[in-house]
């Protein structure tokens, strides 16, 4: 928060410019914007589809998981191009030239022409397409959470345009998905109806081929009980099973005509017992046998009635062994006739299982040609089934959208409204200037706080001095109370712990580039230091742009560059200042070769006789960057005081000129800020105390 607020500090007047064209644009967007009138109208989309035909597959299947997806088509299908010229096709837009004039400018210039058509520029289905495209640019579709309500709103300068087309996008919408719907059972019967084709002729084809198969092989089937084909029964098989039971007829009569001819051998014959004539035989016999036993008891067998009873029973028993015969012949031909029969039966059954046989060798081929037909006809019949139902289905089945609420005319525009788009504006004005701000920033190389200074230039930092208006330097330097005058005493201070001995006897100050305030910190610290009570020689060691003489309004017409040439008055070259014990010496006339002059011994000499005259010297040295003159005098002096303007100079050239001067063997003592704001800084560095009132 602390590093967000500095930066706002620091680049606040870029963020209230950005906020400030924001606002202008927003108003001006606002005034000159073109109302628009909004109408909205609610439908309503089910899931499920009501299937009143029953027919197994027909309907939708109901999957919670799908219900997402299945509501992400129906918006994908409400916001389509087919739909939006379906809509255009409605209002017949495609020849309306104020419509295009308002939505599609590009094009209306090109197509039409004092209202109409410009033959030859375009055709109806380009136009459609792009008044569409149009119409989608304004429509917006709002699912209501937890339902199934959608609401559709379409924006347009005339509010009854509006109404008219969000009731038309309803409308269309609803036709459109029926039209859908038909148009997928058409499919289906379209393919049902080649299928059915395909499967007529499949069935002809098989059924010849059965049928000539059927006469060349002589196979004859008789109808099933259902008179289906699945039924039908091979002619020689049912012969075989009718001739099997008539010989199981025949072979029971054989056996019980065999059994009644053994009865009748055995005397026990079922036939003689029930035959009237052997009855009523054996009846008068058992009579006169019962008189012949009655005779005999009182008679001799010789007497006559006897005699005559015997004849009788004699005549009956002649009688009644012709009739037993009689009947014993007929069983005889009875058992013989079913013995035939039974022996031609099985003849005729053995005939016949071989004809089966044959048969059944001979229906292997038919049966495939009758599978063929079955399949084909169980195929036919499924399908016709089936494109009956689809036929149903497509014709009673219940849409699934709905409108709710139709649009109302819009009494009041909807666009533009100037509050939310001021609050946009200042918003996206201020969201704007962060955002430079933030570029500014990463672009800018300046080093931001006097606390990154020691990270950034891996020196340390000796002291920061405040910002102080052009003006007013001069009357802050001679303050001994003022902010600037507490800042270079603080530097001293400072300075007194660079080395064991206090601070330095030879200085120099410089810095990486001209204006960074390396000469008047170079002027202020000498003076500071006079008035400490030591005697301080101040020389201007930039020859090539000197500035300590206009600092101080002194002449420059002898100095550094005369003695250096070899002139050996020093006390001649200097001048002295108002300050105790402060000695200045300028720059004087500007050589021909500076760096000449820095490198011979004079200046060495220089130094070694005004360090046994003064306590100090502070030399204002020139800029580092692109010049000698700088490291020849940081080489030869005991320390080098590095000045770095925080708002002008970038961190990589202080980081450069620093690197040239510790390469050249110069003691680096540490860096000194100027021009420093405390108010765009993070912490601050408390400038404005004072003693009994605010410093300048």
């Known amino acids: 928060m602390a590093e967000a607020l500095s930066i706002f500090r620091r680049r606040k007047w870029l963020i209230i410019m950005c906020v400030a064209i924001a606002v202008v644009g927003g108003i001006l967007a606002t005034l000159l914007a073109t109302p628009r009138y909004t109408a909205s109208a609610t439908i309503e989309i089910q899931r499920e589809t009501r299937n009143f035909t ?10 919670g998981g799908a219900d997402m997806e299945f509501y992400q088509t129906q918006y994908g299908l409400l916001e389509s191009k087919s739909l939006a010229q379906r809509v255009a096709n409605q209002l017949r837009l495609s020849e309306d030239a104020n419509f295009f004039q308002a939505f599609d400018k590009g094009h209306a210039d090109r197509w039409f022409a004092n209202g109409r ?29 937890m339902s199934r309500l959608v609401r559709l709103s379409f924006s347009a300068p005339e509010p009854a345009f509006a109404k008219k087309v969000v009731d038309a996008w309803a409308t269309q919408f609803i036709q459109q998905t029926l039209a859908r719907r038909f148009d997928t059972t058409a499919y289906a019967r379209r393919f049902l109806e080649q299928r059915l084709a395909q499967l007529r002729v499949r069935i002809d084809q098989s059924e010849r081929q059965l049928v000539d198969y059927a006469s060349r092989e002589a196979i004859v089937n008789l109808p099933g009980e259902s008179g289906t084909s699945g ?19 025949a072979t029971a009569d054989r056996i019980e005509a065999a059994s009644r001819l053994d009865n009748a051998r055995g005397g026990q014959s079922s036939e003689a017992l029930t035959n009237p004539t052997i009855s009523q035989l054996r009846t008068q016999r058992a009579g006169l046998m019962a008189d012949y036993a009655r005779m005999m008891v009182q008679f001799e067998p010789n007497y ?32 013989q006739s079913a013995l ?17 046989l044959n048969f059944r060798r001979r229906s292997i081929q038919y049966n495939i040609y009758q599978r063929d037909v079955d399949t084909n006809r169980q195929l036919y019949d499924a399908l016709l089934q089936r494109y009956k139902e689809i036929g149903v289905a497509g014709g009673v089945g219940v849409n699934n959208i709905s409108v709710v609420d139709m649009s109302e005319l819009p009494a009041r525009p909807s666009s533009p409204r100037p509050l939310i788009n001021l609050a946009i504006a200042i918003l996206a004005g201020t969201i704007l200037g962060g955002v430079m701000a933030i570029v500014a920033e990463q672009i800018d190389d300046r080093v931001r706080d006097p606390a990154d200074v020691e990270p950034i230039l891996h020196v340390p930092l000796l002291g920061t001095i405040p910002k102080v208006r052009n003006g007013e330097v001069g009357n802050a330097v001679m303050d001994t109370k003022s902010a600037l005058s507490e800042a270079y005493i603080s ?87 108002g300050t105790e014990g402060l000695v200045i010496m300028t720059a004087g006339p500007q050589p021909p070769s500076a760096p000449e002059l820095l490198t011979g011994e004079r200046f060495g000499q220089l130094l070694e006789r005004a360090g046994a005259d003064f306590d100090h010297i502070v ?56 021009k420093y704001d405390n108010k765009t800084g993070t912490y601050g560095y408390g400038y404005d105390y004072s003693y009994g009132e605010k410093a300048a």
Request: aromatic share 2%; proline share 4%.
């Open 231 to 249: 039924g039908e029964r091979p002619l020689v098989v049912d012969n075989l099973s009718t001739l099997n039971r008539v010989l199981a007829q």
């Open 54 to 63: 029953m027919v197994k597959g027909a309907e939708n299947s109901d999957s």
């Open 491 to 577: 530097l001293r201070a400072r300075l007194a712990f660079s080395s064991d001995h206090g601070v330095p006897a030879s200085l120099a100050i410089t810095s990486s580039q001209p204006a960074e305030g390396k000469s008047t910190t170079s002027h202020v610290l000498a003076r500071v230091l006079a008035r400490s009570g030591k005697r301080v020689l101040l020389i201007d060691g930039d020859m090539r742009s000197p500035s300590i003489h206009h600092l101080l309004e002194l002449p420059n017409t002898h100095g550094l560059s005369n003695y250096l040439s070899g002139d050996d008055n020093l006390a001649g070259l200097c001048h002295r200042d």
């Open 619 to 674: 030399i204002d040295a020139p800029p580092v960057m692109g010049l000698a003159d700088a490291l020849l005098i940081g080489s030869a002096v005991e320390g080098t005081m590095f000045v770095f303007d925080i708002k002008s100079t970038g961190r990589n050239t202080a980081r450069v000129a620093i690197g040239r001067l510790l390469a050249s063997q110069t003691h680096v003592l540490g860096v000194v800020l100027t």
């Open 117 to 145: 058509v410009v033959a030859g520029a375009s055709n109806r289905e380009e136009r459609t397409i792009a008044a569409g495209d149009a119409l989608l640019k304004h429509l917006s579709i709002d699912p209501e959470r």
């Open 340 to 356: 035939d029969r039974e022996e031609q039966l099985k003849q005729r059954v053995s005939t016949l299982e071989k004809q089966v």
């Open 304 to 335: 006559p009635s006897a005699v005559a009873l015997r004849q009788q029973i004699a005549q009956i028993d002649k009688i009644l062994s012709g009739e037993e015969g009689r009947v014993g012949g007929s069983l005889r031909k009875t058992y």
